[in-house]
């Protein structure tokens, strides 16, 4: 099964790709994992999206396609995959539908996590940091509990910052929703519940 997972900062979408790699063994697609092992590798376009990067410039729609279209070539994807992270436009998910039309690849569904941004906003400004392992914990952690490091609040994790990037969000992202519609791919999951249930009504949607 070949799926798009849309949905807001702080949705879940992590958490619920994560339980469908788990599970299904679909090929789990991140355009950031993607952009980063290009760099890396340096790869023609790991190097043409470097130039963007260094120079604090996004990179541009034609060079994150061809590193999306170069991972959808490879075998693991051949058993179904996630996109995460991508397309963020409408032109971006234009310029994906005439790709997979050239690999000759059908899209089956794109799930949408619909989350109150109120939930968002307590989900994600509650999270806290170790500063010397990592690890991603709550505002309850005092210590961390896996090295006993320091927690601290990212400046990512605050309020005002959380609320800027739902509303950058709703403006670039959010219409993908109503283009998957137009295109009977849609499949709309109310996030704000507990994860396991989320992941339950997300396999039904699906019918897996």
Same mark, same amino acid.
């Given at each position: 099964? %070949?799926?798009?997972?849309?949905?807001?900062? #702080?949705?879940?979408?992590?958490?619920?790709?994560? %339980?469908?790699?788990?599970?299904?063994?679909?090929?789990?697609? $991140?355009?950031?994992? *993607?952009?980063?092992?290009?760099?890396?590798? !340096?790869?023609?376009?790991?190097?043409?999206?470097?130039? &963007?990067?260094?120079?604090?410039?996004?990179?541009? /729609? $034609?060079?994150?396609?061809?590193?999306?279209? !170069?991972?959808? =070539?490879?075998?693991?994807?051949?058993?179904?995959? *996630?996109?995460?992270?991508?397309?963020?436009?409408?032109?971006? =998910?234009?310029?994906?539908?005439?790709?997979?039309?050239?690999?000759? *690849?059908?899209?089956?569904? =794109?799930?949408?996590?619909?989350? %109150?941004?109120?939930?968002?906003?307590?989900?994600?400004?509650?999270?806290?940091?170790?500063?010397?392992?990592?690890?991603?914990?709550? =505002?309850?952690?005092?210590?961390?509990?896996?090295? #006993?490091?320091?927690?601290?609040?990212?400046?990512? /994790?605050?309020?005002?910052? *959380?609320? %800027?990037?739902?509303?950058?969000? !709703? !403006?670039?992202?959010?219409?993908?929703?109503?283009? &998957?519609?137009?295109?009977?791919?849609?499949?709309?999951?109310?996030?704000?519940?507990?994860?396991?249930?989320?992941?339950?009504?997300?396999?039904?949607?699906?019918?897996?």
């Amino acid at each position: 099964m %070949n799926l798009v997972l849309l949905g807001a900062p #702080g949705a879940g979408k992590g958490t619920q790709a994560a %339980n469908l790699v788990s599970e299904f063994s679909f090929a789990h697609i $991140s355009t950031g994992d *993607i952009l980063r092992a290009a760099v890396k590798n !340096e790869t023609p376009l790991g190097l043409e999206a470097k130039k &963007y990067m260094d120079a604090g410039d996004l990179v541009p /729609d $034609s060079v994150v396609i061809g590193l999306v279209s !170069e991972r959808l =070539a490879d075998d693991d994807t051949k058993g179904g995959f *996630i996109l995460d992270g991508f397309p963020r436009t409408i032109t971006q =998910a234009v310029a994906l539908s005439e790709e997979l039309d050239k690999l000759g *690849i059908a899209l089956d569904a =794109a799930v949408a996590l619909v989350v %109150n941004p109120d939930v968002v906003v307590a989900r994600l400004s509650s999270r806290r940091c170790c500063k010397v392992c990592g690890y991603i914990g709550s =505002a309850a952690d005092e210590t961390c509990p896996k090295c #006993g490091g320091e927690m601290f609040q990212r400046d990512d /994790d605050k309020e005002d910052v *959380i609320r %800027n990037r739902l509303a950058k969000y !709703e !403006e670039s992202t959010a219409p993908l929703v109503e283009y &998957y519609r137009g295109a009977d791919l849609l499949k709309e999951i109310q996030g704000d519940k507990d994860p396991k249930e989320v992941y339950a009504d997300i396999k039904a949607a699906l019918g897996l």
